[in-house]
Protein backbone atom coordinates (compact mmCIF):
# COMPACT_ATOMS: atom_id res chain seq x y z
CA UNK A 1 0.00 0.00 0.00
CA UNK A 2 1.42 3.30 -0.74
CA UNK A 3 0.55 5.41 2.34
CA UNK A 4 2.19 8.67 0.41
CA UNK A 5 -0.94 8.82 -1.08
CA UNK A 6 -3.77 8.65 1.74
CA UNK A 7 -4.55 12.05 2.89
CA UNK A 8 -7.80 13.33 5.52
CA UNK A 9 -9.49 10.30 6.87
CA UNK A 10 -9.67 6.48 6.05
CA UNK A 11 -12.15 4.04 6.73
CA UNK A 12 -11.33 1.17 9.15
CA UNK A 13 -9.43 -1.53 6.21
CA UNK A 14 -7.36 1.31 5.18
CA UNK A 15 -6.07 2.90 7.95
CA UNK A 16 -5.19 -0.80 9.50
CA UNK A 17 -3.48 -1.65 6.31
CA UNK A 18 -1.80 1.17 6.09
CA UNK A 19 -0.28 1.38 9.76
CA UNK A 20 1.30 -1.93 8.85
CA UNK A 21 3.25 -0.20 6.52
CA UNK A 22 6.72 0.21 7.47
CA UNK A 23 7.72 4.27 8.42
CA UNK A 24 4.16 4.80 9.36
CA UNK A 25 4.05 6.51 13.00
CA UNK A 26 1.00 5.38 14.54
CA UNK A 27 -0.40 8.60 16.98
CA UNK A 28 -3.63 7.89 19.62
CA UNK A 29 -4.62 11.73 20.20
CA UNK A 30 -6.63 10.50 23.44
CA UNK A 31 -5.58 11.22 26.81
CA UNK A 32 -2.98 8.76 28.74
CA UNK A 33 -6.43 7.33 30.34
CA UNK A 34 -8.02 6.79 27.19
CA UNK A 35 -5.01 5.31 25.76
CA UNK A 36 -4.79 2.90 28.65
CA UNK A 37 -7.49 1.40 27.80
CA UNK A 38 -6.93 0.65 24.38
CA UNK A 39 -4.73 1.52 21.73
CA UNK A 40 -3.24 -0.19 18.79
CA UNK A 41 -0.32 -2.05 19.24
CA UNK A 42 2.98 -0.07 18.48
CA UNK A 43 0.74 3.38 18.47
CA UNK A 44 2.41 6.39 20.87
CA UNK A 45 0.10 8.91 22.72
CA UNK A 46 0.40 12.78 22.49
CA UNK A 47 -2.68 14.28 23.78
CA UNK A 48 -3.86 17.00 21.26
CA UNK A 49 -5.72 18.29 24.67
CA UNK A 50 -2.45 18.84 26.52
CA UNK A 51 -0.38 22.05 26.84
CA UNK A 52 2.66 20.15 25.68
CA UNK A 53 0.74 18.37 22.24
CA UNK A 54 2.78 21.16 20.36
CA UNK A 55 6.16 21.03 21.81
CA UNK A 56 5.27 17.10 21.48
CA UNK A 57 4.57 17.50 17.70
CA UNK A 58 7.38 19.94 16.69
CA UNK A 59 9.74 17.04 17.69
CA UNK A 60 8.50 14.72 15.41
CA UNK A 61 10.18 14.12 11.81
CA UNK A 62 8.23 16.67 9.65
CA UNK A 63 9.08 13.91 6.76
CA UNK A 64 7.58 11.24 8.42
CA UNK A 65 4.22 9.76 7.60
CA UNK A 66 1.58 9.64 10.56
CA UNK A 67 -1.66 7.71 11.16
CA UNK A 68 -3.93 9.27 13.60
CA UNK A 69 -6.77 8.34 15.78
CA UNK A 70 -8.73 9.19 18.81
CA UNK A 71 -12.06 7.72 20.32
CA UNK A 72 -14.69 9.23 17.31
CA UNK A 73 -12.47 11.20 14.50
CA UNK A 74 -12.99 14.76 16.18
CA UNK A 75 -9.77 14.61 17.86
CA UNK A 76 -7.80 13.41 15.06
CA UNK A 77 -9.05 15.95 12.38
CA UNK A 78 -8.11 18.50 14.86
CA UNK A 79 -4.80 17.33 15.29
CA UNK A 80 -4.32 16.41 11.50
CA UNK A 81 -5.34 20.14 10.66
CA UNK A 82 -2.66 21.19 13.47
CA UNK A 83 -0.05 18.80 11.96
CA UNK A 84 -0.67 19.89 8.62
CA UNK A 85 -0.40 23.48 9.44
CA UNK A 86 3.06 23.08 10.78
CA UNK A 87 4.00 21.96 7.22
CA UNK A 88 3.86 18.01 7.86
CA UNK A 89 2.67 16.64 4.98
CA UNK A 90 1.63 12.79 5.43
CA UNK A 91 -0.87 12.91 7.86
CA UNK A 92 -3.88 11.01 7.72
CA UNK A 93 -6.34 9.61 10.32
CA UNK A 94 -9.20 6.75 11.29
CA UNK A 95 -12.56 8.03 10.44
CA UNK A 96 -14.98 6.61 12.81
CA UNK A 97 -11.88 7.00 15.43
CA UNK A 98 -11.79 3.55 17.68
CA UNK A 99 -15.29 2.67 17.52
CA UNK A 100 -15.46 1.65 14.15
CA UNK A 101 -12.56 -1.10 14.99
CA UNK A 102 -13.35 -4.45 16.47
CA UNK A 103 -11.89 -4.26 19.90
CA UNK A 104 -10.07 -7.12 19.34
CA UNK A 105 -7.33 -4.66 17.67
CA UNK A 106 -7.03 -2.67 20.89
CA UNK A 107 -4.28 -3.66 23.73
CA UNK A 108 -4.25 -2.16 26.77
CA UNK A 109 -1.90 -0.21 29.65
CA UNK A 110 0.42 2.91 29.13
CA UNK A 111 2.87 1.43 26.23
Same mark, same amino acid.
Given at each position: ?? *?? *?????????????? +??? /?? +? *?????? *?? /??????? $????????? =??????????? $??? =??? @??? @?? %?????? %? $???? +???????? %????????? !?? $??????? !????
Amino acid at each position: MD *TS *TLAGHVNSDIFLAA +VQQ /EG +V *TVIDVR *TP /EEFAAGH $LPGAININV =ESPAFASEIAA $LDK =EGT @YAL @YC %RSANRS %R $LAEN +VMIADGFG %RVFGLDGGV !TA $LDPSELV !TGSN
